[in-house]
């Protein structure tokens, strides 16, 4: 095997030091009225993310497409859908992007397409077309009759409820759909299959875009002879084990680098979706030598308040959360890298789930922040993320607009009788559209996101969370985000320093970095009370970041939600591990205010 080489400093991808910034262009800014996000909107709104100092725009699909799943259901690959603009209009944006000095990778959905895509529309017409054989179509299960329900090839379920199987009358066949009805599954088997995607991913980057955001990627490569699954409480089977992380996945992936990125001159960014990716998985993927991906999205911080199903709520401790950012800190640490998120469009608001969106809605917010972006790896940013956006109140089912949500809702109350509230009960702290809901730009009708009217509600809290409120604001979410970009830019301790866990209380997050002679400190309270330290652990002096005034910073003491990043000088940094001995670092006497500079870089 050989020998992996951790590169210099110089030799380091560009997208190591990288901040990204997810737009889900559905909800971002609408610039005709039509009350829907779209590109000419992203294009006016820019300067916003620029001002953030990010240094790439991550697009979500902007694709033709039927929009079941807003936009994660493809109809053609390489064109626009109208509801979002013109191919032009994406030309412009790609060149606007350029210009600001930024970079733009677009989302990448080849697991599935849309079932109104013209490969899956010619596979369904018959069992001899030349696409027959580019989706899974299988026959109903012997000794039943063939449609009905229990006559499914296996006993999957889908990820957005029901079986994930549906019968084609045209064909006389079940065709396999891991996400709703209208997301039938690519046979990436079929070698046809990943010669077109292969060239459609090629035709992309030569038309200047930097990379790809890959939606399921570990889904890709199956388990051919698609066996059931065990009993969920869901009433399917789960073919998690069988339709994640297949045989060929690693194959497929490094068919893909070989011919799609490896001919061209570029370096690009390419992080794959993987659930359910182990840290040993994610190492092999990302691996500087021999993996096939820039970075992966792993699942299991954001999965620990779920036991079970997405559905079902479990209590989170501080120090689950700080374990778990922890243990893939560790796992990553000399080969592999680590993406950093709190939030996307599939995730509710992260001030809602693990903050506290009511009293310390500042200070959590910007708390965990901190401890996020101040890690190794790279960070992601989800529009309205920077200002603090908050889960929505939803009271009303008619409010929801997201397939999975409905769908759920559809089975639990529908199907199952399930009490109507309990269900909304739960929706109103999981689902999607909890993300989707309108950039809050203005305290206006609409939040400045559309003059006309949404197609999903506006946060009422719109009226003093916006960012035309925070912009000027020194001590806003927005300007804290700022700072924490501008210190990873700055100073490569954030971008290359090695991790290492302190000792601390459970409720606090508290590790140092270290590069070398440079290293820094972060204490996080993960609560809403206040926490103590070792009483020689932490006062104002040296403060570089934080989140409450310096007058009030107490030695030994956290106030709830308080983050406070310290740098150190040590003389006796070891060079051979890069890493000070506990104790031989010394805080120096930085700017010691809230949100400060990132002092003497
Ligand atoms: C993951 C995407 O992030 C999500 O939004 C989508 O619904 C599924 N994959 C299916 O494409």
Redo the contacts with the bound molecule.
Sequence with gaps: MPQAVSPTASEQPWWRSAVVYQIYPRSFADSNGDGIGDLPGVLAHLDHIARLGVDVVWLSPVYCSPQD??G??ISDYQDVDPVFGTLDDLDVLIRAVHERGMRLIMDL?V??TSDEHPWFVESRRGRDTPKADWYFWRDARPGTVPGEPGSEPNNWGA??SGSAWRWSPERGQFYLHL?SVK?PDLNWDNPQVREAVFAMMGWWLDRGIDGFRM??INFISKDPALPDGSMTQSGYGDGMPYFAYGPQIHAYLAEMRKRVFEPRPGSYLTVG?MPGVTPQQAREFTSSDRGQLAMVFQFEHVMLDQDGDKWTRRRVRAGDLRDTLARWQDALADDGWNSLYWN???QPRVVSRYGNDTTYWRESATALAAVLHLQRGTPYVYQGEELGMTNLPFDDIDNFRD??SLNHYAEMVGRRGADPDAVLQTLRHKS?DNARTPMQWSAEPGAGFTSGTPWIPVNPNHVWLNAAAEYDEPTSIYNFYRELIELRHADPVVVDGDFALLPAPDEVYAFRRTLGDRCIEVYANLTSTAAKLADDTAGPEGVILGNYPPETCQPGLLAPWEVRAYRLVSASASHSTGRPATGDGQRIRGGGGMISGPGER
């Design positions: 799943d807003n994660y259901d959905v697991n599935h990820v957005f996400f997301q939606d399921v979706e996307n469009h599939d397939v999975e999607r």
